[in-house]
């Protein structure tokens, strides 16, 4: 079974996005026209949409292109997303600063350690992400339990057999 805790996750993507970002940076330095934005497809989710909110806040119309690019080969969540970063870019809005803020503070709380540990499990049943919160942690551990194998929604669903 494979664990992320949800800070060790959190550091991650903020890192990766960065590199996602510095790429871009790099390709547009190097005249690079038309980039393969295949390669942005089927990626994490909440991974790109963060990459999306960081071309955002950067206000940088030179990404509008590869953006147009990417938009062409993704689906649909994610075309849409990037049609908003495009009109943010374009008419200069302002973006969000108290979202920028928090995520900012989460990731310095993450980097220090003092985030909360709860951790993300992988579900047996239909392979989803589900927290198990701090609090669950301590109940199960109270209750003698071993970690919940499936998430909330397929427990509910089916048997309890295998909780
Ligand atoms: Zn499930």
Redesign the pocket.
């Known amino acids: 079974m494979i664990i992320f805790t949800v800070r060790g996750w959190q550091i991650q993507s903020d890192q990766y996005t960065d590199e996602l970002l510095n790429e871009w940076r790099k390709w547009l330095k190097q005249g690079k026209l038309s980039p393969d934005m295949t390669y942005l497809k089927d990626r994490n989710r909440p991974m790109i949409l963060l990459f999306l909110s960081k071309i955002k806040e950067s206000g940088d119309q030179a990404f509008i292109p590869y953006l147009k690019l990417w938009g062409k080969v993704d689906y649909k969540k994610v075309r849409e997303e990037i049609r908003k970063t495009i009109d943010v870019l374009e008419n200069k809005k302002p973006i969000d600063v108290q979202v920028v803020q928090e995520r900012t503070e989460s990731i310095k709380e993450a980097l220090k350690g003092s985030a909360p540990q709860d951790l993300l499990l992988k ?6 992400r ?1 927290p198990f919160t701090i609090g669950e942690q301590q109940f199960y551990k109270q209750k003698g339990f071993t970690d919940p194998k ?2 909330k ?3 509910n669903q089916g048997n309890d057999m295998f909780f």
């Open positions: 579900c047996w049943e239909c392979g989803k589900f499936r998430c929604a397929c427990r």
